[in-house]
């Protein structure tokens, strides 16, 4: 079944964008219960990456979550599966603070955010959900004490804040995510992970038989991308090779020159230079003029 490359690749893109912000565990058993949470994630204590990069994925990962993708409209039968492996976390979690006669913290409880392509009305109104201020609409929260949310990401607004939400959508929602995403700037850092995975889902589709019709649009959707973003790729190859065999030839240039001006030159100010931008190389190419022995250069350097 195709709902299983789904799945997977929900898990690898989910670890993937959450790996840099803190731990990551895929296929969590639940202690005591033949249950596995898709992803348990916790924060780490010092953040390096900016939790803003991915929207409102990094809302969720301010504090520990469990996150349960769904490829199709989660059940509510399956919801309250959800809800229990939360629950079950939360009372070991108890239980562990009590014999270590400790305070369970309230934000170390993860939460749980159940995501899926669409929820209907009527599940919805069976867990008395609500909205919160601060989060966008498609984002329901259950009562307090469960700790838990569905993020229903067809509802979603088409922002850059649910980018990283709705491209594990469904159809058209996950193709214009997808179409938005190679629009993002090359220094994304999440950009070109985040294609490899979509390319290789596209991959995993096509040996697969027996596809859905939504399926095949997908795999003909990503083709044009899927090129247009290989030859892309190629041609920032060649303009980067370029741009290293000109800086390459400027080192060459400024090394040859340096060794008639100042005598030869060591390893380590070699490196330096080889260190340098090609700006920088200009530069000294210009500097070295009024050179008179190797101090110059090293006091140059150290500007």
Not at 38 to 49: E, H, K, M, R, V
Not at 89 to 100: C, H, I, T
Not at 190 to 195: E, S
Not at 224 to 231: M, T, V
Request: charged share 30%; with cysteine; aromatic share 6%.
């Amino acid at each position: 079944m195709t709902r299983f490359v789904h799945d997977e690749f929900a898990k690898d893109y989910l670890e993937e964008l959450l790996k840099n912000y803190g731990t990551v565990e895929p296929d969590k058993k639940v202690s005591g219960e033949k249950k596995e949470i898709d992803i348990l994630f916790t924060p780490s204590a010092q953040q390096t990456y900016d939790l803003q990069l991915i929207g409102v994925l990094g809302r969720f990962a301010e504090y520990p979550a469990i996150l349960e993708p769904f490829r199709n409209a989660a059940p509510a039968d399956e919801i309250c599966d959800c809800v229990i492996k939360v629950l079950e976390v939360k009372a070991k979690m108890r239980r562990e603070a009590k014999a270590n006669n400790t305070k369970l913290e309230e934000e170390k409880i993860p939460k749980l955010w159940v995501l899926t392509p669409t929820a209907s009305q009527t599940v919805l109104s069976g867990f008395n959900v609500n909205q919160k201020e601060g989060f966008p609409p498609g984002i329901y929260f259950l009562g307090d004490n469960l700790r838990s949310a569905i993020v229903a990401i067809h509802q979603l607004p088409k922002t850059i804040e649910t980018l990283w939400l709705r491209l594990l959508g469904r159809g058209r929602v996950q193709e214009q995510a997808i179409e938005e995403l190679l629009q993002l700037p090359p220094s994304n850092p999440f950009q070109q992970a985040t294609l490899k995975l979509v390319y290789n889902l596209r991959e995993n589709l096509r040996a697969n038989q027996n596809l859905e019709e939504e399926d095949r649009e997908l795999i003909v959707r990503l083709e044009p991308l899927y090129q247009e973003d290989r030859e892309r790729a190629k041609q920032e190859g060649r303009e980067q090779g370029i741009e290293q065999g000109r800086k390459e030839g400027e080192q060459r240039v400024i090394i040859r020159q340096l060794n008639r001006r100042i005598g030869e030159i060591d390893a380590s100010l070699i490196r330096s230079i080889n260190d340098a931008s090609i700006e920088q190389l200009e530069a000294l190419g210009e500097a070295l003029l009024d050179f008179t022995s190797v101090t110059d250069l090293e006091t140059w350097l150290n500007q």
